[in-house]
């Protein structure tokens, strides 16, 4: 019992430290008076300055104050009373368990689960396609006792509900920024508004303002070729080869034999002088093209090849128009959380 | 003549209404030849020069030819005068399959002076075979049945056909090219059941040049 009193005494004043300096100065005496131990005194100067002009924050400060004054003086009806007020001034308010006894932290806890609070709303950046399943941006809080939660979204006149449910601890839910209609919500200022109504008359409210921004989706770029692969020459060159040749000795034999076979007799023998010069320019051309570059013929295979390939490009070129299609229906919507300025 | 310049006049026609489709080339060649009639004496040799319009319009094509070659006789001492032989060819044929070309048409050659040699004119028929041996390069085979012959003197021809070889060689474009146009003429005309026969060897090599 000795050392959980030393213990306490340690971590008390460290629980003090870090937060703001209060303006009011019977609460800053109130705060020295905490920091030397001397509690009586905390306990007398936190009711003096609760009855002065304070702050919501300072006030909570004060009530807090008086919690741990009356948890080390071993009152705990009392701590937990102001605890209480505390949590309903500042309902994000939290003990650090390293810095704060876990006497105190145990009043605390107490506390929070006598009174019906909305604590931590928060709301993540998103960016998301609206009205695509699974898709939202995430909002969290936290209820302290049971309680019907309603969660709406509000901007303006437009008041869209997110969720409404019997809630306990901690709720995870996903706003779809869509309105009834299927519509993407208008861009803008949007309240996440937390309402709990708890057993009898209590009920609290948090929010959380958001920024919504709504763009237009990307849609995807059609392909002018597929990757990883190419379209072949559809022409290719022979290799050389002594065809042109041949096929000039063919045709000069057949001109040749056919003048010798149809040669009149009775007019004596031709002289080969015509056939001769004929002969030696078809040869000639024949040599000449042995010797050339022989000429592109098409590919067959690759001809093939390539409209596979660019019946493949057409085919997914039209599943992309389809899918711009649908992108250009949709709409982008960011939401920014709005970081509350503290006062 | 007045049958030149209609062939002519129908080639030009041709040849003025340019297409896509369209190729027209003119060739001027040089030429020789071989003539000969009746018998084993009347032999002729001659150098002369001619030239070509040849017009492709889709599938069909004109070839109208002029050629004029100077005869004279193998053996000089056997009386036979010399002669000029002008023959004008006109073909119209149209594209069967690849290469396969259908042939119809005319021919008349005449000679001067008159009755030195028989002047002949006959209708034509047949096929023409073009294989393609290389960019811009072809060679061909000829047969046409030459109908309906008539002459200067009398009688009828129940046999008379040529037998061709062409090449050609130049720009894969058919912007210029070397040409060979090889004939060979076998005529048998009777006359009263006589045997009066004609032949003819005729080579044209030259150059054309394609618009």
Same mark, same amino acid.
């Given at each position: 019992?000795?050392?959980?009193?030393?213990?306490?005494?340690?971590?008390?004043?460290?629980?003090?430290?870090?937060?703001?300096?209060?303006?009011?100065?019977?609460?800053?005496?109130? *705060?020295?008076?905490?920091?030397?131990?001397?509690?009586?005194?905390?306990?007398?100067?936190? #009711?003096?300055?609760? =009855? +002065?002009?304070?702050?919501?924050?300072?006030?909570?400060?004060?009530?807090?104050?008086?919690?741990?004054?009356?948890?080390?003086?071993?009152?705990?009806?009392?701590?937990?009373?102001?605890?209480?007020?505390?949590?309903?001034?500042?309902?994000?308010?939290?003990?650090?368990?390293? #810095?704060?006894?876990?006497? *105190?932290?145990?009043?605390?806890?107490?506390?929070?689960?006598?009174?019906?609070?909305?604590?931590? !709303?928060?709301?993540?950046?998103? =960016?998301?396609?609206?009205?695509?399943?699974?898709?939202? !941006?995430?909002?969290?809080?936290?209820?302290?006792?049971?309680?019907?939660?309603?969660?709406?979204?509000?901007? %303006?006149?437009?008041?869209?509900?997110?969720?409404?449910?019997?809630?306990?601890?901690?709720?995870?839910?996903?706003?779809?920024?869509?309105?009834?209609?299927?519509?993407?919500?208008?861009?803008? =200022?949007?309240?996440?508004?937390?309402?709990?109504?708890?057993?009898?008359?209590?009920?609290?409210?948090?929010?959380?303002?958001?920024?919504?921004? &709504?763009?237009?989706?990307?849609?995807?770029?059609?392909?002018?070729?597929?990757?990883?692969?190419? +379209?072949?020459?559809? /022409?290719? *060159?022979?290799?050389?080869?002594? =065809?042109?040749?041949?096929?000039?000795?063919?045709?000069?034999?057949?001109?040749?034999?056919?003048?010798?076979?149809?040669?009149?007799?009775?007019?004596? /023998?031709?002289?080969?002088?015509?056939?001769?010069?004929?002969?030696?320019?078809?040869?000639?051309?024949?040599?000449?093209?042995?010797?050339?570059?022989?000429?592109?013929?098409?590919?067959? %295979?690759?001809?093939?090849?390539?409209?596979?390939? #660019?019946?493949?490009?057409?085919?997914?070129?039209?599943? *992309?128009?389809?899918?711009?299609?649908?992108?250009?229906?949709?709409?982008?919507?960011? &939401? !920014?959380?709005?970081?509350?300025?503290?006062? | 003549?007045?049958?030149?310049?209609?062939?002519?006049?129908?080639?030009?026609?041709?040849?003025?209404?340019?297409?896509?489709?369209?190729?027209?080339?003119?060739?001027?060649?040089?030429?020789?030849?071989?003539?000969?009639?009746?018998?084993?004496?009347?032999?002729?040799?001659?150098? $002369?020069?001619?030239?070509?319009?040849?017009?492709?319009?889709?599938?069909?094509?004109?070839?109208?030819?002029?050629?004029?070659?100077?005869?004279?006789?193998?053996?000089?001492?056997? $009386?036979?005068?010399?002669?000029?032989?002008?023959?004008?060819?006109?073909?119209?044929?149209?594209?069967?399959?690849?290469?396969?070309?259908?042939?119809?048409?005319?021919?008349?050659?005449?000679?001067?002076?008159?009755?030195?040699?028989?002047?002949?004119?006959?209708?034509?028929?047949?096929?023409?075979?073009?294989?393609?041996?290389?960019?811009?390069?072809?060679?061909?085979?000829?047969?046409?049945?030459?109908?309906?012959?008539?002459?200067?003197?009398?009688?009828?021809?129940?046999?008379?056909?040529?037998?061709?070889?062409?090449?050609?060689?130049?720009?894969?474009? $058919?912007?210029?090219?070397?040409?060979?146009?090889?004939?060979?003429?076998?005529?048998?005309?009777?006359?009263?059941?006589?045997?009066?026969?004609?032949?003819?060897?005729?080579?044209?090599?030259?150059?054309?040049?394609?618009?």
């Amino acid at each position: 019992m000795r050392y959980a009193v030393i213990g306490f005494l340690l971590l008390v004043p460290v629980a003090l430290r870090g937060q703001v300096a209060p303006q009011n100065a019977t609460l800053r005496r109130a *705060i020295q008076a905490y920091e030397n131990l001397d509690f009586p005194q905390v306990i007398v100067l936190s #009711r003096a300055s609760l =009855r +002065e002009r304070l702050s919501a924050p300072e006030r909570a400060r004060a009530e807090e104050l008086l919690g741990f004054a009356f948890s080390a003086t071993n009152q705990p009806d009392s701590a937990i009373s102001a605890f209480k007020e505390a949590i309903l001034l500042d309902p994000d308010r939290q003990l650090d368990p390293r #810095r704060v006894s876990p006497r *105190i932290t145990g009043y605390f806890n107490a506390a929070l689960g006598q009174v019906l609070v909305v604590r931590q !709303v928060k709301v993540d950046s998103a =960016r998301f396609i609206s009205g695509t399943a699974g898709n939202g !941006v995430a909002i969290r809080f936290t209820v302290t006792t049971p309680a019907r939660v309603r969660t709406r979204a509000i901007s %303006g006149q437009t008041s869209l509900l997110i969720d409404s449910s019997i809630v306990a601890g901690t709720l995870n839910l996903k706003w779809t920024g869509t309105m009834p209609n299927g519509d993407p919500v208008a861009p803008g =200022r949007w309240s996440i508004v937390v309402e709990a109504f708890g057993a009898g008359q209590s009920s609290f409210s948090a929010s959380q303002e958001v920024m919504v921004a &709504v763009g237009a989706v990307d849609t995807v770029a059609h392909l002018t070729a597929l990757p990883g692969y190419t +379209e072949l020459p559809e /022409t290719e *060159i022979p290799p050389q080869s002594g =065809r042109p040749l041949g096929i000039a000795l063919l045709y000069t034999g057949a001109a040749g034999a056919g003048a010798l076979a149809l040669n009149n007799g009775d007019l004596g /023998t031709t002289t080969g002088r015509e056939i001769g010069v004929a002969a030696a320019a078809a040869l000639i051309t024949g040599f000449v093209m042995t010797l050339k570059k022989p000429a592109p013929r098409p590919a067959l %295979g690759n001809i093939q090849y390539n409209k596979l390939l #660019r019946e493949q490009l057409a085919r997914r070129n039209a599943d *992309i128009t389809q899918q711009n299609a649908q992108l250009r229906r949709q709409v982008q919507i960011t &939401v !920014v959380p709005i970081v509350r300025v503290a006062r | 003549m007045k049958r030149a310049s209609v062939i002519a006049g129908v080639l030009a026609l041709l040849a003025s209404v340019p297409s896509a489709a369209q190729t027209v080339s003119i060739g001027l060649q040089g030429a020789l030849g071989d003539y000969r009639e009746v018998s084993s004496n009347l032999k002729y040799r001659g150098v $002369g020069g001619g030239a070509t319009l040849w017009v492709h319009y889709n599938r069909f094509s004109v070839e109208g030819s002029a050629s004029r070659i100077s005869y004279d006789p193998r053996d000089q001492n056997a $009386g036979l005068t010399s002669f000029k032989a002008t023959e004008l060819d006109a073909r119209l044929g149209v594209d069967l399959a690849a290469g396969f070309t259908a042939e119809v048409g005319a021919m008349k050659r005449t000679v001067d002076p008159e009755l030195s040699a028989q002047e002949m004119g006959a209708g034509r028929i047949g096929v023409r075979y073009s294989k393609l041996i290389g960019p811009g390069a072809t060679v061909g085979l000829r047969g046409n049945y030459l109908v309906g012959a008539k002459f200067t003197g009398e009688g009828t021809a129940g046999l008379a056909f040529e037998l061709g070889l062409l090449a050609s060689i130049g720009a894969p474009n $058919g912007r210029y090219r070397f040409t060979m146009d090889y004939g060979f003429q076998r005529v048998d005309r009777k006359v009263s059941g006589s045997s009066v026969p004609i032949e003819q060897s005729l080579v044209k090599v030259g150059v054309a040049v394609g618009f």
